[in-house]
Structure formats: structure tokens, C-alpha cells
């Protein structure tokens, strides 16, 4: 078992949809990135959270400690949010653990 | 324009060979963090270091090594170069230690033939 699991693995959604894709992490934790990679392969941290919830723009990233679990939401989503989607969790011992990826696709 | 420079953005050797991956992280920032990212493996946190000191080290082989100086630039070197060291390697800075967003670099793509 992996220690960090993303669902979904591939997500295709139209365009003005709300889109949820979850984190679950079996390790525990300093914070939680969520982290966007573009097609041309360009890395953006979105989000670093420790607890609760962080707002930017359209997007929402929840963390839920005691059920090892964090989500990220898109909302009215746009055929630029398409990527790969990445959450990373920081272990005690300061060593990033990467999940899979979830990748994205927003059809106009 | 994340602010960290990552250079070579491609890099095409032997095997066998030698070769040093250079970052150059955000105006202000004392966190380096380098990264591989192969086809097989995904994401994969190799090392982080904090101004000049090693702070972390991730699933790094030890025929990779990595350095931060003390104008706060850092490089990568990877010696004994195999097939399976073809990959994206990212570097990463941040303002602090620990828990702060990261800014990424655009990658070193490197290709071992």
C-alpha cells in the first residue's frame, strides 16, 4: 500500500463543473501540498496546508487530520485547470512523500 | 515566472558519465529542495537543504550528490549514470526550514542514452 493514495487516478469533466479529488496518507504528517503540473511539465504549488481549509480563487483545499484524508475542490472549472494534479505529504522526518497524481481534463 | 532558474533544461549523455544539474532558487529564499521525476516512479524528493546545511534526504542513490553554496545556489551532481537516471529533475525553493509553499524551477530534463 502506498503510503500516499489520489483518487481519482484520471478525471474528465465539462467545463463549469465542481471537481473533487482526494488525498489519503497513511503517515503522519507535518503539512500536506497540493501541487498542479501543467502539460508542458511546469510545477505550481497550489496549496500547503497543516489543518482546516484554504480558499484561493476557485479552488478549496480541505485537510481532515484525524481521518488522514485531504480534498481539493475546482470550482466552475475551466479548460486551463487541465493537468495533473499532485498532493505531497511532509513526513516528521521532512522527507516529501508524493502521491500518484489525479489528471484532469476539462472539455469546453 | 516562479523566480528559480534551473540550468541545463536538457541534458543528453552516456552511460557511465558525469554530470552536475545547477538551481539558482528565488531572490530571498534559504530552502532548496531537488526532485526526480521519472515515468515509472512519478514525483520523488531526493534532498533539501537550508542555507548551506543538509536538512533532509529523501530516496537519493548514493551516486548522487548535492551541495547548496554559499551565495545560496545549489547543485546536483549525478555520477555512474544509468538508463534508469533518465528523468525531470526539479529544484525547488522556499522562504524558511520547513512549511512554507514552494516555488518550483522548470526542470532539467536529462537523458541518458
Known amino acids: 500500500k502506498n503510503e500516499v493514495e489520489q483518487s481519482p487516478q484520471n478525471l474528465t469533466a465539462q467545463e463549469g463543473e465542481f471537481i473533487t479529488i482526494n488525498c489519503s496518507y497513511s503517515v503522519g504528517i507535518s503539512a500536506l501540498h497540493w501541487l498542479q503540473q501543467h502539460p508542458g511539465g511546469g510545477i505550481v504549488s497550489l496549496f500547503m496546508?497543516?489543518?482546516g481549509k484554504k480558499k484561493h480563487g476557485r479552488l478549496i483545499a480541505t485537510i481532515n487530520i484525524q481521518e488522514k484524508h485531504s480534498s481539493l475542490h475546482i470550482t466552475a472549472s475551466h479548460p486551463r485547470d487541465s493537468a495533473v494534479y499532485i498532493c505531497?505529504?511532509?513526513?516528521?522526518?521532512?522527507?516529501?512523500?508524493f502521491g500518484p497524481g489525479t489528471r484532469l481534463s476539462v472539455l469546453p | 515566472d516562479s523566480g528559480v532558474t534551473q540550468t541545463p533544461k536538457h541534458l543528453i549523455t552516456a552511460t557511465g558519465q558525469r554530470v552536475t544539474l545547477r538551481c539558482s532558487p528565488r531572490?530571498?529564499?534559504?530552502?532548496v529542495y531537488w526532485y526526480q521525476q521519472s515515468l515509472d516512479q512519478g514525483l520523488q524528493f531526493l534532498i533539501h537543504y537550508y542555507n548551506g546545511e543538509e536538512r533532509a534526504k529523501g530516496n537519493i542513490l548514493e551516486r548522487f550528490s548535492a551541495q547548496q553554496f554559499p551565495d545560496l545556489h545549489s547543485e546536483l551532481n549525478l555520477s555512474s549514470l544509468e538508463l534508469g537516471d533518465s528523468a525531470l529533475y526539479f529544484c525547488a525553493s522556499s522562504g524558511g526550514v520547513s512549511n512554507q509553499p514552494q516555488h518550483f524551477g522548470d526542470g532539467t530534463r536529462l537523458s541518458i542514452l
Open positions: 505531497a505529504a511532509l513526513n516528521y522526518g521532512q522527507n516529501f512523500v
Open positions: 496546508l497543516s489543518s
Open positions: 531572490s530571498g529564499d534559504l530552502s
